[in-house]
């Protein structure tokens, strides 16, 4: 059986204590990971500083960066990469939807 890939989006939202500079180094690092991992068609967009709709943990957070991740990976591959953003403490959230 061929294994085909198939295409993904993810939604990083990342703790507001980084400049644009940060979010750049954070995003291309997760870039790196994926192209590591076997993925392809990598795009990354910073979606900027964004108001949350309600505070975030008890340091009453109510900003957050975004970064959006577009790319095409075998389904194996993705737990891999959820795990690496469950562990990264620069990480408030993420979702991963399939294209």
């Known amino acids: 059986m061929i294994k085909k890939k198939v295409n993904y989006e ?7 204590q980084f400049n644009e500079y ?13 192209l590591y991992l076997g993925a392809s068609e990598i795009v990354v ?18 900003t957050a960066c975004f970064i959006e991740l577009r790319f095409s990976c075998f ?4 737990n891999f990469f959820r795990a690496k953003l469950e562990l990264d403490n620069n990480v408030m959230r993420h979702v991963t939807i399939r294209n």
Not at 25 to 31: D, E, H, Q, R
Not at 75 to 78: A, C, G
Request: glycine share 4%; no cysteine.
């Open 75 to 78: 389904p194996e591959t993705l």
């Open 10 to 16: 993810t939604m990083l939202v990342i703790f507001p």
């Open 45 to 62: 967009l910073s979606r900027g500083n964004r108001s949350l709709s309600y505070t975030f943990n008890k340091n009453k957070i109510k």
């Open 22 to 34: 940060g979010i750049k180094k954070i995003a291309t690092n997760y870039a790196q990971q994926l």
